[in-house]
């Protein structure tokens, strides 16, 4: 089976500042691998995913992620941190062997300060 | 606009009453499914639905049913809602084209039972 950690249940940056959001994975055979975020009362909406291309992943608004099987990681990372970041993000991971049911982690709530 | 619609958006009843929470789709999607999302737990899926008249527990079935009559129709069931489920329900659909693919969730019904 599928499982997800995401370290950190909130994590606060300052603006300009690096964002790292840490997401770890188990899985017993390749994994697709995704990240979501949750701005106020919405939804959840695609920053990107993995899905066994090129380990490093770009997606929308600056963010990025890179597979790490060694490390089994797959940490989302953003240069320089703006105030419509703060959101809550969630990392998933889904695989053949869990019938492609998309797991999700706890998920984590980025602040940023001005 | 491709888009998940839930309703309704908000809602409060009293423990015992039954009710219903509707989901649509108007992506042709063939996968479908219900989450929950709790603080600290992340989403947990409820139900899902690989296509119409095909559905199967999630994570956290008891207390739920669905019914899958339409390919764009997916409600979720409350036949005696308790306190322990009031949360943030969310509706999610995706093609059935395996793990790669993106979910589109809707934008969530907070339900809470008194």
């Known amino acids: 089976a599928q499982s997800v950690t995401q370290l950190g249940s909130h994590v606060s940056v300052s603006e300009g500042a690096l964002v790292l959001l840490r997401c770890n994975y188990s899985?017993?055979?390749?994994?697709?691998l995704f990240w979501y975020v949750q701005y106020p009362n919405q939804g959840l909406q695609l920053l990107l995913k993995y899905t066994s291309a090129a380990t490093l992943v770009k997606g929308i608004n600056g963010f990025e992620a890179e597979f790490k099987k060694s490390e089994t990681s797959f940490h989302l990372t953003k240069p320089s941190a703006h105030m419509s970041d703060a959101a809550e993000y969630f990392c998933a991971v889904s695989a053949i062997t869990g019938g492609f049911k998309t797991i999700f982690g706890a998920g984590t709530r980025l602040f940023v300060k001005a | 606009e491709a888009q998940v619609t839930q309703n309704p958006r908000y809602l409060i009843t009293v423990t015992g009453k039954k009710l219903t929470v509707t989901c649509s789709q108007n992506m042709n999607h063939e996968y479908m499914s219900w989450y929950r999302q709790d603080p600290g737990l992340g989403l947990r899926q409820i139900y899902y639905?690989?296509?119409?008249?095909?559905?199967d527990k999630g994570d956290v079935p008891e207390g739920y049913k669905v019914s899958r009559k339409e390919k764009r129709n997916f409600p979720l069931i409350l036949e005696s809602p308790s306190p322990n489920q009031t949360s943030l329900y969310f509706c999610?659909?995706?093609?059935?084209?395996?793990?790669?693919?993106?979910?589109?969730f809707g934008p969530g019904t907070r339900l809470t039972v008194l």
């Open positions: 999610a659909s995706r093609p059935q084209t395996g793990g790669i693919d993106t979910q589109y």
């Open positions: 899985s017993s055979v390749p994994p697709y």
């Open positions: 639905s690989m296509n119409v008249e095909v559905t």
